[in-house]
C-alpha cells in the first residue's frame, strides 16, 4: 500500500506564479487534509474534505484552492504564490472524523522567492 | 477555542535515559488525544491515542502516554530512549467527531546523545 503520495517533494516558485500541489491516497479515505508545517508553529489545517465534491475551509486557507473531484485525489492550488506561502505542506487522509488517526504523505517543500 | 501547549521546544537526553515529553490542553469536554511523531524529511505518525477508559495508553515503539483530567494534561512518556527516537513530537487535540478541528502543539524536538 503506497498509503498518501504527495508530489513534488520541492519546488521553487517565483513570486506571483501558480503551482498545484498533488495529494493522492489509495486507502479509500474519505476525509482529506491540506495542512501547511512553519519552523515552531506546529501544523495549520488550510482545508479539507469529507467526500468527493465536498470541501472546506480551514484554519488558513487564504491564497489556497481545492478541488476534490474523486475519493482518491486531493490537490492544493497556489495562484499567485507569495513569499508567506514558503512553507512545507503535507497532505493527510482519514476514514472518519476523529477516532481513526490521521494518514501523512512527506510533504512538499515549497520556497517562494 | 481549544489550545494545545507543549511547554518544552527543544529536549536532549542521553541514550538509555528516560523521556517525559508534557502536553497541556485547552478545552471543555475531554477530547480525543494523540501523539504524533516526526522524523526529519517525513510526515507525521501516530505514536498512540486516547480516546476514553484507562488513563494509561500504550503505543508503538515503547510510548505511553497517561491522561490526567485534574491537570489537562497527556504527557508522553518513554523508560529508556534509543537514538532512533530522536525526532520531532506533536501532541494534538480534536473534539469528539471532529477530525476537521484537529489542533496541534507547536512541537517538542527530541535530540539523543550517545
Request: proline share 7%.
Given at each position: 500500500n503506497a498509503g498518501v503520495t504527495q508530489t513534488?517533494?520541492?519546488?521553487?516558485?517565483?513570486?506571483?506564479?501558480?503551482m498545484t500541489l498533488q495529494c493522492a491516497q489509495d486507502m479509500n479515505h474519505n476525509?482529506?487534509?491540506?495542512y501547511r508545517q512553519d519552523?515552531?508553529?506546529?501544523?495549520?489545517?488550510?482545508?479539507?474534505?469529507v467526500g468527493a465534491?465536498?470541501?472546506?475551509?480551514?484554519?488558513?486557507?487564504n491564497g489556497y484552492n481545492v478541488?476534490?473531484?474523486?475519493t482518491e485525489d486531493f490537490p492544493l492550488r497556489l495562484e499567485l504564490a507569495a513569499p508567506s506561502q514558503t512553507s512545507v505542506y503535507f497532505c493527510a487522509s482519514s476514514p472518519d472524523r476523529g477516532y481513526s488517526p490521521l494518514h501523512f504523505g512527506n510533504g512538499t517543500?515549497?520556497?517562494?522567492? | 477555542a481549544q489550545s494545545v501547549t507543549?511547554?518544552?521546544?527543544?529536549?536532549?537526553?542521553?541514550?538509555?535515559a528516560s523521556l517525559e515529553l508534557r502536553c497541556n490542553y485547552s478545552y471543555g469536554a475531554t477530547p480525543y488525544l494523540f501523539w504524533y511523531v516526526q522524523s526529519p524529511g517525513q510526515g507525521l505518525q501516530l505514536l498512540l491515542k486516547y480516546f476514553s477508559g484507562d488513563t494509561l495508553v500504550q503505543g508503538i515503539k515503547g510510548f505511553e502516554a497517561e491522561f490526567k483530567r485534574s491537570q489537562s494534561s497527556f504527557n508522553l512518556r518513554k523508560p529508556s530512549v534509543h537514538w532512533s527516537d530522536a525526532a520531532e513530537y506533536f501532541c494534538a487535540v480534536a473534539p469528539q467527531g471532529g477530525s476537521e478541528k484537529l489542533v496541534f502543539g507547536k512541537?517538542?524536538?527530541l535530540t539523543v546523545n550517545p
Open positions: 513534488p517533494k520541492f519546488r521553487i516558485l517565483k513570486i506571483g506564479q501558480s476525509y482529506m487534509y491540506w519552523p515552531g508553529m506546529g501544523l495549520k489545517l488550510i482545508y479539507y474534505s465534491g465536498i470541501t472546506d475551509k480551514g484554519e488558513v486557507p478541488s476534490r473531484s474523486t517543500r515549497l520556497t517562494v522567492t | 507543549q511547554p518544552d521546544i527543544h529536549i536532549t537526553v542521553s541514550e538509555g512541537g517538542t524536538k
